[in-house]
């Protein structure tokens, strides 16, 4: 079974950076889409971005293009998503998953979450 842990979350301020990781452990495979997605109180949950198993092709949100890179290790069943230049509006609880692909919606596993506050 695979299992997903989010780490790296914390207080930032505005402008400030923040580098998330996910670590995945079980039966992994490396052929994944593996996501990170955001969900703020009160709102619904949105993806964020996505790299595939594949072609390690990426996809971002447009409220973070420029701004967050994903990345991922295969080797060490790591994905990580720097986020640079952050302001308030990114203030959530920051989730990784897997999927078939991205944009799939077949996901395989998702983590429990990791807070992301920025604020001054």
């Known amino acids: 079974q695979l299992r997903l842990v989010e780490s790296g979350g914390g207080l930032v301020q505005p402008g400030g950076s923040l580098r998330l990781s996910c670590a995945a452990s079980?039966?992994?495979?490396?052929?994944?889409?593996m996501g990170w997605f955001r969900q703020a109180p009160g709102k619904e949950r949105e993806g964020v971005s996505c790299?595939?198993?594949?072609?390690?092709?990426?996809k971002y949100a447009d409220s973070v293009k420029g701004r967050f890179t994903i990345s991922r290790d295969d080797e060490k069943n790591m994905v990580y998503l720097q986020m640079n230049s952050l302001k308030p509006e990114d203030t959530a609880v920051y989730y990784c998953?897997?999927?078939?692909?991205?944009?799939?919606?077949?996901?395989?596993?998702w983590g429990r979450g990791t807070q992301v506050t920025v604020s001054s």
């Open positions: 790299i595939s198993g594949s072609s390690g092709s990426t």
């Open positions: 079980g039966i992994t495979r490396n052929f994944f889409a």
């Open positions: 998953a897997a999927d078939l692909r991205c944009g799939a919606g077949e996901y395989e596993a």
